[in-house]
């Protein structure tokens, strides 16, 4: 198959982000495969997967907001902070604990400085944070600051000591760390016991694609779930150049002002997480360029405001 552009997987439980694009590589027997977010094992949900050259825009969702729905239970702590780790405390949940727990998850609303997990991907000294705890390693995990636009409380069953939180975060949140933040100032511990992304940027899970029912689809059919790859990043602003530039943006070669012309100002400037995240700040002056209709790639605007390509996505014949 030929394909460019980027497929909403909807991600099944007990495999990893890694075996989704295996998966899919045998199945287009395409090898330029790559996803944008990785999701643990036992999360499901929403996992973008560009295809072809649509690969080289993968850096480019690092901006996005990813929201997600967390079940989590009161009364318990492990290793993994979830409930698929070894159990090392258990709490007796009370009326008070159950009664505080909106008022403590409203707290997480905003920037929020929170340690990774030692079971995550995070590197340390070049080595994952993850390798240091299956080798039974002790290092230092700095606090990072993350960014919460968004977290309710959907439901609490009291009985069962659970509740499910509705969290929309920047790229980098770990949701079981703020279950188990959620259960250390309650008091009584906590743990994430289920995990389904249901938005990564544009991407929604309504829309999104079983992976079994894909592979099981014709070519026609899975070509008809490809999404044009500038049609995903959103909040970019966007250039359009004349006809005689199109060559050389595709070379590399920078544009002067007089051939070029801003269609629309990004959006990041706009966004609440710009005055803190570098790379966001960073973004903001990146903008999708086009000649004719015809999306060629990324670019920025340099001193003297000349236009620079970043990353030529469609480069011709």
Excluded: W
């Excluded at 690092?62 to 159990?87: C, M, N, P």
């Excluded at 258990?90 to 997480?108: G, I, S, Y």
């Excluded at 389904?196 to 008809?224: C, H, P, W, Y």
């Amino acid at each position: 198959m030929n394909i460019d552009g980027i497929i909403n997987i909807n991600k099944p439980e007990g495999i990893t982000s890694h075996i989704v694009v295996a998966k899919l590589r045998r199945r287009l027997g395409i090898k330029r495969i790559g996803h944008t977010g990785t999701l643990d094992p036992m999360a499901t949900g929403v996992l973008p997967v560009c295809v072809g050259k649509s690969t080289r825009v993968v850096e480019y969702f690092d901006g996005d907001f990813k929201r997600y729905t967390a079940g989590l239970r009161l009364g318990q702590v492990t290793d993994t902070l979830d409930s698929t780790g070894e159990i090392l405390n258990t709490t007796e949940v009370t009326d008070e604990h159950l009664k505080r727990l909106p008022e403590v998850v409203n707290t997480f609303m905003g920037r929020v400085m929170q340690v990774p997990p030692k079971y995550s991907a995070v590197r340390v000294d070049g080595k994952r944070l993850y390798e240091y705890a299956r080798d039974g390693q002790d290092v230092e995990i700095k606090s990072r600051e993350i960014y919460v636009k968004d977290i309710r409380l959907v439901s609490i069953d009291e009985d069962r000591a659970e509740a499910v939180l509705d969290i929309t975060c920047s790229k980098g949140t770990y949701i079981r760390t703020i279950c188990d933040d959620i259960g250390r100032i309650l008091g009584c511990g906590a743990v994430m016991t289920s995990l389904v992304r249901t938005e990564s940027g544009n991407f929604t899970i309504d829309k999104a694609v079983d992976l079994n029912q894909l592979i099981d689809m014709t070519d026609e059919e899975i070509e008809s779930l490809v999404i044009p790859c500038d049609d995903t990043l959103t909040g970019y602003g966007e250039i359009t150049i004349t006809p005689d530039r199109r060559a050389p943006f595709r070379n590399g070669m920078t544009t002067s002002p007089a051939k070029y012309r801003i269609t629309r100002d990004s959006d990041f400037i706009k966004d609440e997480r710009y005055d803190f995240d570098d790379r966001i700040r960073e973004l903001a002056t990146f903008y999708k360029v086009y000649a004719e209709d015809e999306f060629l790639g990324i670019a920025d605007l340099v001193e003297g405001k000349e236009l620079r390509p970043l990353k030529v996505i469609y480069a011709g014949n």
